[in-house]
């Protein structure tokens, strides 16, 4: 198994701009989350993939948006960057609907700092 | 809604303590609750987990035991080694939900 691969794994950006992280999930993989952890903080739940639908969304606005491709690939979007939105970005990908039976298998992160 | 509450960090052992972080949470449902763990620079790793009340999770000679009358799943290792340092996250996943709830975290460091 080659695991989760997030690119770039670090980021710096201006308030306004726009960004987009990458993340390569395990081949077989059909489920890819996203999650924004702030410093000091356990994760939170941005939005869930699956086969390439949006299943699931956290509380998040809608200027935060994703996409997932059949090579198991996906990006996560965010427009109209805030200052708030610096954190580590975290990806992970399973291979069941809800990560019960297998759990995920998380990325090691982007690290998002808006200047 | 659903939370998760850690026991407050960071906690320092030296090494073969006996360790205890204590998790509960607040769920309407019949949740499944994990540990997770990250290390310095890398991404969360499953550590255990457990999907129905009673059951006990157990890997790496950590063990956690979902108990439903406490709302509780606390971790427990009986000799700490100085590689188990990192940041362990409780979290509970509702059934049917796609996501994870997190708890905080709470750092550990074991000194030799």
């Known amino acids: 198994e080659t695991g989760v691969t997030q690119s770039p794994t670090h980021l710096i950006k201006t308030r306004g701009q726009q960004v987009t992280l990458r993340c390569s999930s395990q081949s077989g993989h059909n489920t890819v989350s996203w999650y924004q952890q702030a410093l000091g903080q356990g994760p939170q739940f941005i939005f869930q993939y699956y086969r390439e639908e949006e299943n699931g969304r956290g509380n998040f606005p809608p200027r935060f948006s994703g996409l997932q491709f059949p090579n198991y690939s996906s990006e996560l979007n965010v427009n109209a960057l805030e200052l708030d939105d610096s954190a580590l970005y975290l990806c992970?990908?399973?291979?069941?609907?809800?990560?019960?039976?297998?759990?995920?298998?998380f990325g090691s992160g982007t690290r998002l700092t808006v200047v | 809604g659903n939370s998760v509450t850690q026991m407050e960090g960071p906690v320092t052992l030296s090494e073969e303590a006996f360790l205890t972080i204590n998790c509960t949470y607040t769920a309407t449902g019949y949740p499944s609750l994990f540990w997770y763990v990250q290390y310095p620079g890398e991404g969360l790793q499953l550590l255990l987990k457990a999907t129905k009340a009673d059951d006990k999770g157990s890997n790496k000679g950590f063990e956690a035991t979902y108990r439903k009358e406490t709302t509780s799943f606390h971790l427990e290792k009986g000799s700490v080694q100085v590689s188990d340092s990192a940041v362990y996250f409780c979290?509970?996943?509702?059934?049917?939900?796609?996501?994870?709830?997190f708890g905080q975290g709470t750092r550990l460091t074991i000194n030799p």
């Open positions: 992970a990908s399973s291979r069941d609907w809800v990560g019960v039976n297998y759990g995920y298998t």
């Open positions: 979290a509970l996943s509702e059934q049917g939900a796609q996501k994870l709830v």
